[in-house]
């Protein structure tokens, strides 16, 4: 199948702590606090090989908070970063902090570039019906992570290949079950391109993943296996381009 998909879909998600978690793979960023002389610094750390947007909430009793209480920062891949400052508002006085943080991949000022090419997702010489796209005939793509998303109507166990180059960023394959729930949890591969937008590649079969956390990946490599697990009322490939957002 040699039909390039240009500018194919361009929309924003914010991706939210609790779904950068995959199945045996956690996103390696967290906080760490460290002691520097009559302070606390909070550090934000990311070892992982893709941006991150933090944000981060103090609460604090007889303390002082640098910047402020409220933070939101983007830390680069494989970057480390002091987000605060804590110390007493009286010296040798004990305080107070409290903290909530959460994360999610991506940095939110990306811009896709004019000029990108995507390949359709599936090997050469296939062909296959489009369930939703924005456009048609939309039945569950009602929200802004999945409006402008398509949907390909494949039959399980058809190969799923990288529409564009990128480095996978979050891997989930966990899941077993599918029907017409939207609780149930879908297997999804998600890749990090150059200019900072995600290719979203959505329920993926059980364990059919075929690429590694922190894999680089060319336009036209495996990256699994369709099949019918999450929310889904069929067997299809659910193909979004998304950014993060604020």
Same mark, same amino acid.
């Given at each position: 199948?040699?039909?390039?998909? !240009?500018?194919?879909?361009?929309?924003?998600?914010?991706?939210? #702590?609790?779904?950068? $978690?995959?199945? =045996?793979?956690?996103? *390696?960023?967290?906080?760490?606090? =460290? !002691?520097?002389?009559?302070?606390?610094?909070?550090?934000?750390?990311?070892?992982?090989? #893709?941006?991150?947007?933090?944000?981060?909430?103090?609460?604090?009793?007889?303390?002082?908070?640098?910047?402020?209480?409220?933070?939101? @920062?983007?830390?680069?891949?494989?970057?480390? /970063?002091? #987000?605060?400052?804590?110390?007493?508002?009286? *010296?040798?006085?004990?305080? =107070?902090? @409290?903290?909530?943080?959460?994360?999610?991949?991506?940095?939110?000022?990306?811009?896709?570039?004019?000029?990108?090419?995507?390949?359709?997702?599936?090997?050469?010489?296939?062909?296959?019906?489009?369930?939703?796209?924005?456009?048609?005939?939309?039945?569950?793509?009602?929200? *802004?992570?999945?409006?402008?998303? /398509?949907?390909?109507?494949?039959? /399980?166990?058809? *190969?799923?290949?990288?529409?564009?180059?990128?480095?996978?960023?979050?891997? %989930? =394959?966990?899941?077993?079950?599918?029907?017409?729930?939207? !609780?149930?949890?879908?297997?999804?591969?998600?890749?990090?391109?150059?200019?900072?937008?995600?290719?979203?590649?959505?329920?993926? #079969?059980?364990?059919? $993943?075929?690429?590694?956390?922190?894999?680089?990946? %060319?336009?036209?490599?495996? /990256?699994?296996?369709?099949?019918?697990?999450?929310?889904?009322?069929?067997?299809?490939? $659910?193909?979004?381009?998304?950014?993060?957002? !604020?």
């Amino acid at each position: 199948m040699t039909l390039l998909l !240009r500018r194919l879909i361009f929309l924003t998600i914010c991706i939210l #702590a609790n779904t950068v $978690h995959a199945g =045996q793979q956690s996103y *390696p960023f967290k906080l760490i606090n =460290q !002691r520097d002389a009559d302070r606390q610094v909070l550090m934000a750390q990311n070892k992982g090989p #893709a941006p991150i947007l933090m944000n981060l909430k103090l609460t604090a009793v007889d303390a002082i908070v640098e910047p402020s209480s409220s933070i939101v @920062s983007v830390i680069k891949p494989n970057e480390s /970063i002091s #987000a605060a400052t804590i110390r007493s508002k009286v *010296p040798g006085q004990v305080y =107070q902090v @409290s903290s909530s943080y959460k994360y999610s991949i991506g940095d939110p000022d990306a811009v896709q570039g004019t000029d990108v090419t995507y390949r359709l997702p599936f090997p050469g010489g296939t062909s296959f019906t489009v369930g939703q796209v924005i456009g048609g005939k939309i039945t569950t793509h009602t929200g *802004p992570d999945s409006k402008c998303a /398509i949907d390909f109507d494949v039959p /399980i166990g058809t *190969p799923v290949l990288a529409a564009r180059k990128g480095i996978v960023v979050d891997i %989930e =394959q966990g899941n077993t079950l599918g029907g017409n729930d939207p !609780r149930l949890k879908s297997n999804h591969v998600l890749v990090l391109h150059e200019d900072g937008t995600l290719g979203l590649y959505s329920h993926l #079969a059980a364990y059919s $993943h075929a690429v590694t956390f922190g894999q680089t990946v %060319e336009a036209g490599m495996l /990256i699994g296996y369709s099949g019918n697990v999450g929310y889904s009322t069929g067997p299809h490939l $659910h193909f979004a381009v998304l950014t993060n957002t !604020r």
